[in-house]
């Protein structure tokens, strides 16, 4: 009766166990797992993952610093990570657009004016070209908005943009309903049992545009523990205690709102 729409279970902390935390997930109670991709390589490793479990609905994109890869010079990187490795976006495009059929979701992809703040024109141009494949194919785009919270609003009300869901949104609560109102979702993540912010959003958005997420690894309930799919029965329970409604009620919704969106 649980779902989740946004995790990485490609991702180096998951090595080797990505078939452990699927299993965990369907004893946890989850319906289904979207896995999302980030670049070439994730999005052909999801797909390949996805095939093994029928409860995982892979979700293939270029995530928004990734998009801009082949453009960042690794020698004014300023992170504590690796600057992203370069690829050619439009070629991944296409190849996402020639796998459409077998996939749940566009994503993850969007706005990121967090990590990388002189590429915006760019990372722009990748959205768009990524929500007219979602469009031609009538799938749901999985966003991240880090920053751009607005302009990721805007793009997609421009575009016609019909079905998405707004993953960790960061924005006020004012934006937030103004996504609601334009009929798009937000997902919620486990973290939410320690988070203000996302405790208002569960507790204020309308009940029929919330959506249950992880973004594993991260976002967990416990602070520096790695965040899996099986945590989303306690991110779905603080939920409903910030809105003063049965867990039952809260996971109810949830489930309904995601077969309004993903059509499972
Ligand atoms: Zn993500």
């Not at 989740?4 to 109670?29: K, M, Q, T, Y």
């Not at 020698?75 to 690796?82: E, G, K, S």
Request: charged letters at 25%.
């Amino acid at each position: 009766m649980y779902v989740d729409v946004h995790a990485h279970l490609i991702h180096p902390s998951f090595a080797g166990e990505e078939d452990a935390a699927a299993a965990r997930a369907a004893d946890a109670g989850l319906d289904y797992v979207i896995v999302n991709g980030l670049e070439p390589r994730s999005n052909r490793e999801v797909l390949a993952l996805c095939e093994r479990h029928p409860h995982l609905l892979p979700a293939l994109g270029i995530y928004p610093v990734d998009a801009v890869a082949s453009r960042i010079d690794p020698a004014t990187w300023a992170h504590p990570f690796d600057p992203p490795a370069p690829f050619d976006a439009d070629a991944e495009i296409d190849f996402i657009d020639s796998v459409a059929d077998r996939l749940v979701a566009i994503g993850e992809c969007g706005l990121d004016q967090y990590w990388v703040t002189d590429q915006a024109a760019e990372q722009e141009r990748v959205l768009r070209r990524l929500c007219e494949v979602a469009m031609r194919h009538d799938l749901p785009v999985i966003l991240h908005t880090r920053k751009a919270e607005r302009r990721t609003l805007d793009i997609l009300l421009e575009m016609g943009v019909e079905k998405a869901d707004f993953h960790c949104f960061g924005g006020k609560l004012k934006l937030a309903q103004q996504v609601a109102e334009a009929g798009y979702y937000l997902s919620i993540p486990p973290v939410v049992v320690r988070a203000d912010a996302f405790q208002r959003y569960a507790a204020h958005l309308p009940l029929d545009r919330l959506l249950t997420e992880t973004d594993s690894p991260y976002m967990g309930p416990e602070r520096d523990a790695r965040n899996e799919p099986a945590n989303v029965p306690v991110g779905v329970e603080a939920m409903a205690r910030a809105r003063g409604i049965t867990t039952a009620a809260m996971a109810e919704a949830v489930r309904e709102n995601f077969r309004r969106l993903f059509g499972r």
